[in-house]
């Protein structure tokens, strides 16, 4: 006999965990299911402490950057600190004690292992099974994916997870994969003082974002002394003795004391049951309405939904589940200005669609861009001030359909714009606003005055 419950929630990751502790607050009963952390990659080792590393780093860049500013400087890097304050964030060694009595505290009940779909409103969880009578929720993310690529499986190369855990830097580090992922990590190590060479097979860094960023980080990486190998694809990874031989299409090679693989992520819906439901089991994604519904009784949350694999949309998509399952259903899930952020130096925010995107579409698109270095913010700025604005419109409708912010305080700049895209404020408003100067964010009404019709 299955117990009866109010909610099942199969994977507490931020969005998941989210539901549960809501839910549960507000006097349902909660199921979750979970066989990993309670909490998900984001706390362990992906959004936080990824950032408490890059923070650290970019301490060191701007120390760096005193001589000539404001004195003189010596930058000792000491990796110390830094492994240190993650395991102690990460509740010390990975351990989610915390976050489990948070929930059993709101009157959850939690599950350990893997849940899987076994008809509409019913999870099994190692030979248990739980009826859900108001939903189930999936929320089960992502791991790394890996490509195939020869030898790959006989090596102990890295994921982040191990990039995160890394306690003792390497003298070198080979990235396979120049995605948002491999890049914050490969400046980070880089800047610490470890020798690092990233491998990209697209034409540029950060492919999934307009070129022009994609190239500044190039740029900017080059300068840092990070080797960036562009269109060159990996063909087989192997060990001599102590050190990684990653080969590459065309006959060369590159050496690293670790290798890490940073080529995307792979989401967990295998041995979920979906087929149970009537969902494809194969799908890559599963499909959601704008409540976040995908079928009787059921709901689908965070990466697995294809709507973007970040945090913010997880705990967004949540909290629509959380109104539907309470019987107050608020406005459907708009996607249109999916702001995103990768944390490089500088930094790459953006929001909307790219160029390629819109013109793919069909829109009529005008460009507007500007320089950030070539401002007034950026020249008192100095030292690391590169960076660049480029704004996507449909001149059609007048509107920002996306938009960029490659700088300093890149992924702050990108509110407004953001905005913009999702209220659909004309660009002809936009131009009369009043910026404040000097700032970096003014930047975004030179770039607004690029875009005006030439005459």
């Known amino acids: 006999m299955a117990e009866q419950v109010d909610v099942v929630v199969v994977g507490l990751g931020p969005g998941g965990e989210h539901v549960a502790e809501e839910l549960a607050g507000k006097g349902l009963r909660v199921v979750g299911v979970e066989k990993n952390l309670v909490g998900g990659e984001c706390p362990y080792w992906g959004c936080v402490p990824s950032k408490m590393m890059i923070r650290a780093a970019d301490l060191l860049a701007e120390a760096g950057r005193v001589n000539g500013m404001a004195g003189e400087a010596v930058v000792k890097p000491d990796w110390a600190p830094v492994a240190r304050r993650i395991r102690e964030e990460a509740t010390d060694f990975w351990n989610d004690k915390v976050a489990v009595e948070r929930f059993e505290k709101k009157g959850g009940i939690l599950a350990r292992g893997a849940g899987r779909l ?12 739980f009826e859900a009578e108001r939903g189930v929720v999936l929320a089960t993310g992502t791991r790394p994916a890996m490509p195939a690529i020869a030898g790959l499986d006989d090596v102990p190369y890295w994921t982040n997870h191990e990039a ?16 948002a992922i491999g890049l914050e990590l490969a400046q980070v190590f880089a800047r610490f003082g470890v020798e690092v060479t990233v491998i990209e097979v ?7 974002e307009e070129p022009e960023a994609g190239d ?16 060159h694809r990996t063909t087989a990874v192997d060990m001599d003795r102590d050190a990684f031989v990653v080969s590459l299409e065309g006959g060369k090679s590159v050496r690293g004391e670790k290798l890490l693989v940073a080529t995307g992520r792979h989401t967990n819906l295998d041995g979920l049951g979906l087929e149970n439901v009537g969902l494809d089991p194969k799908a890559r994604f599963v499909d959601i309405d704008g409540q976040t519904r995908a079928g009787e009784r059921l709901y689908a949350i965070g990466d697995i939904t294809g709507k973007g694999m970040f945090t913010h949309i997880s705990m967004y998509q949540a909290d629509i589940a959380i109104a539907d399952i309470l019987g107050k259903p608020g406005p459907p ?9 990768t944390f490089t130096d500088p930094e ?18 005008r460009i507007g861009h500007a320089d950030n270095s070539a401002s007034t913010r950026g020249w008192i700025h100095g030292p690391g001030n590169e960076g660049l604005i480029k704004l996507v419109e449909d001149a059609d409708e007048g509107v920002l359909v996306g938009a960029t912010c490659a700088a300093a305080r890149g992924g702050e700049m990108m509110s ?34 690029d875009l005006q019709p030439k005459a």
Do not use: W
Not at 164 to 179: A, F, H, N, T, Y
Not at 356 to 363: C, Y
Not at 417 to 444: D, K, Q, S, V
């Open 118 to 129: 076994e008809r509409a409103g019913v999870v099994s969880v190692d030979g248990r099974e």
């Open 164 to 179: 995160i855990e890394c306690d003792v830097l390497p003298r070198s580090l080979v990235v396979i994969g120049g995605g």
């Open 202 to 208: 697209g034409e540029r860094p950060l492919m999934v």
């Open 216 to 231: 500044l980080l190039r740029e900017v990486f080059t300068k840092e002394g990070i080797k960036v190998l562009c269109n």
């Open 333 to 341: 899930g708009d996607y249109r200005s999916l702001p995103r952020v």
């Open 348 to 365: 790459v925010g953006a929001a909307g669609m790219t160029e390629k995107q819109a013109r793919d579409k069909g829109l009529n698109v």
């Open 416 to 449: 407004m714009l953001a905005l913009a895209i999702h209220e659909r404020i004309p660009t002809e408003r936009l131009r009369h606003m009043i910026y404040a100067y000097p700032t970096f964010y003014r930047g975004i009404e030179a770039a607004l005055k």
